[in-house]
């Protein structure tokens, strides 16, 4: 998926801006390295961190030029949405409740969002996102990232042409273990932010990690949740969120399946995965090896699907950089991401035609919306006791 240009190359790198992800930041240095890979983005503009100083520290780390590294996003929004060369699209990379008002801010300049997961800690932002999107019309890419796998896209469409029969069960699981011990009340960064009610939202691990798992369930089946039944719990006493989530899901369709999310379980790095289930036959992918398909047809024997393989799909093969065997990765899928969200705010920038197939592989901010209702709903469960909860 490649925008053209004035001159007709098609090689115009979209501007950016990124909003948080200074010093010290985790998540925002992975979004650079993937905007990065492809050469398809140029990182002109920041607020990058609330404190001055470490602003002006972070922009000249990366490059960016003095009188384009602001203090405050809501100046950054102002300044480059008035300059003949200033950015077109922006980069929310903050703790989670900041996400609404920075989006809101940079659609009401005009400049397209590419939005960190979750899009906002409430339902009513999140609908009020949605809607000041297309009353604007503007482009708006949740980075739910992992549906940028060349394995995970041959897994939808997969589904999709029936390879699986009619859908039975769905399920989605994401396990860490990096918050076994309170780390959050011995100040870590990262752990600190992400279970404190107030920039975390309702919860800390469904927002964090089960949307990821949510997102990647609904992206490969194609379906959407329609009730869930939840038993959210913290595992590390004093914890003020949720560090685990078992949660029943009813699907679209008629199927049933569960999203499980946990960062208390020892063993665990980072292990992702989604399974489908269909009456003829049963899919899995898995983070830890995400060039490989599990593909069993009922009553063979399973077999593997590699990326750039035999069987693969022609959408796993135009998101691959390597030929089969040579290894990518997070990176790479993270990167994926960001070439179609650049072709496809780039094309609409210039009023170009945008391909509809191409756009539907891009999380928007109305999957976005989605993940909260999911997380609302599950912790509204919660608060009954788990009672099943509509969505």
């Not at 790198?13 to 979004?31: P, S």
């Not at 869930?228 to 004093?238: I, R, S």
């Not at 399974?275 to 090896?289: F, I, M, N, Q, S």
């Not at 077999?303 to 796993?316: C, N, P």
Request: with cysteine.
């Amino acid at each position: 998926m490649v925008y053209a240009t004035a001159d007709g190359t098609g090689n115009e790198r979209l501007r950016v801006g990124m909003v948080g992800g200074g010093q010290g930041a985790f998540i925002g240095a992975v979004h650079r390295y993937a905007m990065r890979l492809d050469d398809r983005i140029a990182l002109v503009a920041g607020a990058l961190s609330s404190d001055p100083a470490n602003a002006a520290a972070s922009a000249a780390e990366l490059g960016i030029a003095p009188d384009r590294a602001y203090a405050d996003y809501r100046e950054m929004a102002r300044v480059e949405a008035a300059r003949p060369d200033g950015i077109e699209a922006v980069v929310i990379v903050t703790p989670n409740h900041l996400h609404a008002p920075v989006a809101t801010t940079f659609l009401e300049a005009g400049i397209d969002v590419i939005c960190d997961k979750p899009l906002s800690t409430t339902v009513a932002d999140a609908e009020a996102l949605v809607a000041l999107t297309a009353r604007l019309k503007r482009k708006f890419v949740v980075t739910l990232n992992n549906t940028g796998y060349a394995m995970v896209r041959q897994a939808r469409e997969m589904v999709a042409a029936g390879a699986l029969g009619r859908l039975v069960s769905i399920h989605g699981s994401y396990i860490q273990d990096w918050l076994t011990k309170p780390i959050d009340a011995e100040g870590q960064k990262q752990a600190e932010w992400r279970t404190d009610p107030a920039r975390a939202g309702q919860s800390a691990v469904l927002a964090d990690i089960g949307v990821h798992a949510f997102n990647l369930a609904c992206f490969i089946s194609g379906r959407d949740a329609e009730a869930v039944a939840a038993d959210l719990f913290t595992a590390v006493p004093g914890r003020r969120l949720d560090d685990n989530a078992h949660v029943l899901v009813r699907w679209s369709g008629g199927a049933r399946g569960t999203i499980l999310a946990s960062q208390t379980s020892p063993g665990h790095d980072n292990d992702l995965s989604v399974r489908v289930y269909g009456d003829k036959a049963g899919l899995e992918w898995c983070g830890t090896r995400p060039e490989e398909l599990r593909f069993t047809p009922y009553g063979e024997e399973p077999r593997t699907i590699t990326r750039g393989g035999a069987g693969s799909f022609d959408e796993s093969r135009r998101v691959s950089r390597m030929p089969a065997a040579h290894p990518e990765g997070y990176i790479e899928a993270f990167a994926n991401l960001y070439r179609d969200a650049a072709a496809l705010i780039g094309a609409h920038r210039r009023g170009q035609e945008i391909d509809a197939a191409h756009a539907a592989l891009v999380p928007n901010v109305d999957d976005g919306a989605r993940g909260v209702r999911f997380v609302a709903a599950a912790v509204g469960s919660q608060a009954k006791d788990g009672a099943w909860t509509d969505l």
